[in-house]
């Protein structure tokens, strides 16, 4: 019996504390005071809450929308203002540049500049550059040099009889490029052809076409036409008797000779056998150039 009863008072304590708890009443909550509202647009000393407030409200400035508060922000942001920063203006004084003699006697009232040995020294320039050297040797000559002796006169025997060994064209040729002499002894010195065209040749030639002569080595003379020898045309070289080498031989007597070059032959002619028209047209082919009026004449 006495387990029965402590177990039975337990549980009716456990009941009446359990009871006592959810009867206590709920705390009241306490009220906010309600947030400024703050106006973020310059005023005009430059910082935020220049606007004007409206009560119970948002602020609102002149000419400018009135900003809406954001619902669950403290804070209100609206458009500022651009406010000009005040600079100060410095104002110089008057200034006018002094005359030379104004300068002149400031400067004469500067007490002298001390100056120690040594201050003055003239300007260090370095040694000046060696020439370049020079290989060889300098050789010292006039300007121009001295004419030179005439150079020797080689082949053919000194003061010997000259001849004439071999020449061409002769007699009859179909063609003739040009003309030459050979002789058994030096005719000319041995020196520059632009020299030698300048000294007369010991060959006449007639007629003489254009062309010009010139000497191959020293004992044989050619005469170059301008292309070759005009066609049918007999030509004469004559070499004169007493012709002197450049050794001292003369020419005991005079070499003539001649050579012929062929005249125009015809190739073809028309019109050829008959009877032909009374119009027809007449045509003379030959192998060379002729003259017109020869032909006609």
Known sequence: MSRARLLFSL??????VAAGCTSQPKPTPTPMPPTPEVNMTPGPSGRP???????????????????????GVPVRLSEGVDQPEAVAVVTF?????????????????LPAMPTAAGDAVDFAMRPASQPAPRPGET?????????????PISGGTEGGPVEV?????????????????TFNQAMVALTGLQDLAKEAVPVKLLPLPPGKWR?????????????????????????AA???????????????????????????????????RRDSLMFVAFDQKIEPAAVLA
């Open 93 to 109: 004084a008057p200034a006018e540049p002094l005359p030379d003699a104004a300068l002149q006697q400031i400067v004469a009232r």
């Open 165 to 181: 060994l071999r020449y061409q064209p002769d007699g009859d040729v179909p063609l003739a490029p040009y003309l030459s002499v």
């Open 11 to 16: 549980i009716l304590l456990v009941l009446v």
């Open 139 to 151: 050789i010292q000559i006039p300007f121009p040099p001295p004419t030179p002796p005439s150079p």
């Open 215 to 239: 000497w191959v080595g020293t004992k044989t003379l050619m005469f170059e036409p301008s292309g070759r020898f005009p066609m049918a045309t007999k030509y004469t070289a004559e070499i």
């Open 242 to 276: 007493g012709t002197k080498s450049g050794t001292g031989g003369t020419l005991a007597k005079a070499v003539t000779w001649t050579f012929t070059t062929p005249p125009p032959q015809m190739q073809s002619s028309s019109p050829n056998g008959g009877p032909v």
């Open 49 to 71: 809450g220049g606007g004007t407030a409206l009560p119970g409200g948002p602020t609102s400035q002149p000419g400018k929308p009135t900003p809406t508060l954001v619902p």
